[in-house]
DNA sequence: ACTGGTGTCGAAAACGTTTGAGACTCGGCG
DNA sequence: CGCCGAGTCTCAAACGTTTTCGACACCAGT
């Protein structure tokens, strides 16, 4: 492990210089600061992170809560790729990742923002959690630069997608292929679930459509089984739907299986809904329609704005951000009459 | 931000005690550590862990590299489900996830090793990469403490589920079904693929089955439209084959996708075997068959080694470990004849 | 009474870095 | 000639821990 010390002794200055020509620091010359540059190199010089951390109260480093609901942790498509955005576009401005949890070891366990504090994050991003855990709240409403996603809270920073009118959009959609009878099984309470309802339930209203007790049913998301048997019950009603939105592409896929079992095709049958947008919506047969989030630009926003707020608290106006998607006409809907 | 000094302070004790009764060093009285450790709770102390780590060259953190092969880093399906569990293990332990990158925004970037050094991670887990690349070579090749996970380097500990008895086992399975001609798209070379492959060969014949050239086929891992177009020329030829092995599980639908479009059926026109057992094969319609790893264990397995290694660098004897799985029988083999 | 041991505790150095306050040199200007 | 400012560079303290070594007290055994 070579030291500063001894980039100073090959150089013949001392390590102050040495720390302040590696930081460009304006107090050096330009020669010897390019001197030093270069034996540091050569050397194969790089910082201790530590020491540095210890002395600069800045370690570079930003936690990610990411927090293990069922186990879904990092298979979850949807935070996954959004995941993999910020982490991509933190890395590229010298920020590494680390995740948040609460256990460590040493017996009593730290909470969130212990821990936060413990490793001295510089910033902190959180997603896919409950977001009413007291310990979650504890965090976000601590000092810390903090950026949420999927969920607003007052004066943070926030990055959600824009589910009012990604709902909205696909109704129209679905609406401009002739349908008219339109259920949706949507997902367990939460803020995203409800802008989503109350989007569909405008939007049906908009389109003059009425919407029967029967066609709104509730199912968690990301689980087939469940949308599985909720579209056999939707089946089974004395005038079933025509189409049927789904909590998320995962959960379409219940849909499916249902159908198939059936015997019944999709979209001749029936026509299917997603929502999220994720890979495998355009890899299953046929083609999903689903509304496409823009995932690699919400983790992109987060990270910028994160470090943002990190590099210039002062500058930034804490507020949520909206990022729009696309519908996309995948083969699962028909165009009827 | 409170310190040890603080603490010392209302105990009116030294610094040196306080961290020694914290650490439960033995040369303080029972009753003073009750009383330091109590009023340090009640103050809400915790470390700090750059100070910690400066003074004792350790980390408590893990680097993970998953490098971002075509943007699949976190959202690969298998090694996502492997990392969490990894992640869970290392974090019960202690341990926290940072992951490995080589941007590190002060011009000059980072290799993997000399970004892990600067980070001091006491240890280090690769999975996903490009195991040939060179930057890769010299973190394997380096002192620290390092667990591979699907790739085998001498002397080093590597974590590799038994794609031999896999191959083995479906093959079998396959065979029971009363399968006799079986073509088998393989993924792009690697230590995995020529497992496989090799054991699909071997197998095979032990089976007394004869391999038409035609029915060896390649494709990248995780791709559908490249599965589908091989799929589509597996079906044209003059004796197509009643079963088809595809790279994963992902890249089975491909097959599907293929199948659906010349309105064939799985399970009853043709048969399709998937490989890695990742959440989306039990629910798509009809479920596949495939090979299924367990993926839990391995994330376990890899981080309860890793860590043996850091702790007790002597005792550990640096092996491959071969993860068992087991075959899942979907509904997409057909029995036949 | 002296020795040796044991059990508690504290002083101080050390880990590798950053940074403000000064020290020195050298021109240029009044 | 003296002074000032600009340009370079160094000193030394500091960040919050851990850890070695020694100090001190107390007790048992001789």
Same mark, same amino acid.
């Given at each position: 492990m070579i030291l500063l010390k001894d980039i100073a002794a090959a150089c013949g200055v001392s390590v102050a210089t040495v720390s302040k020509a590696l930081n460009g620091h304006n107090d050096i010359g330009p020669e010897t600061r390019e001197r030093i540059r270069k034996v540091a190199d050569n050397m194969g010089y790089f910082p201790n992170s530590a020491a540095k951390a210890l002395k @600069?109260?800045? @370690?570079?480093n930003i936690g990610v809560l990411f927090a293990d609901e069922a186990r879904s942790g990092l298979t979850h498509d949807f935070f996954a790729t959004v995941l993999d955005s910020f982490r991509r576009t933190a890395e590229a401005a010298g920020f590494d990742i680390t995740f948040i949890n609460s256990s460590h070891a040493q017996e009593r366990s730290l909470s969130y923002l212990a821990h936060s504090r413990y490793r001295g994050f510089d910033g902190v991003c959180i997603a896919c959690v409950d977001f009413y855990d007291p310990d979650v709240v504890d965090l976000v409403r601590s000092e810390l630069p903090i950026v949420t996603i999927d969920h607003s809270f007052d004066g943070k920073i926030s990055v959600v997608s824009d589910n009012v009118s990604g709902m909205h959009d696909l109704l129209h959609y679905v609406y401009e292929m002739g349908h008219r009878r339109i259920a949706y099984i949507h997902g367990l309470p939460s803020a995203v679930t409800q802008n989503r309802l109350m989007s569909f339930y405008r939007t049906m209203a908009e389109l003059g459509l009425a919407i029967p007790d029967e066609y709104i049913m509730e199912a968690p998301y990301r689980s087939t089984s469940e949308t599985r048997d909720c579209t056999f019950t939707l089946l089974d009603?004395?005038? #079933? #739907?025509t189409c049927i939105f789904y909590p998320d592409d995962f959960s379409a896929l219940g849909g499916y299986s249902a159908l198939q079992q059936r015997k019944l095709s999709v979209p001749d049958d029936i026509s299917i809904v997603g929502f999220d947008g994720i890979r495998l919506s355009r890899h299953i047969a046929p083609r999903l329609t689903t509304y496409r989030q823009d995932m690699e630009q919400m983790g992109r926003v987060a990270a910028e704005r994160l470090i943002e707020l990190i590099e210039h608290p002062k500058d930034v106006i804490q507020e949520p951000i909206l990022v729009p998607g696309s519908v996309y006409q995948g083969e699962s809907v028909a165009r009827i009459q």
């Open positions: @600069t109260n800045r @370690t570079f009603l004395p005038t #079933p #739907p």
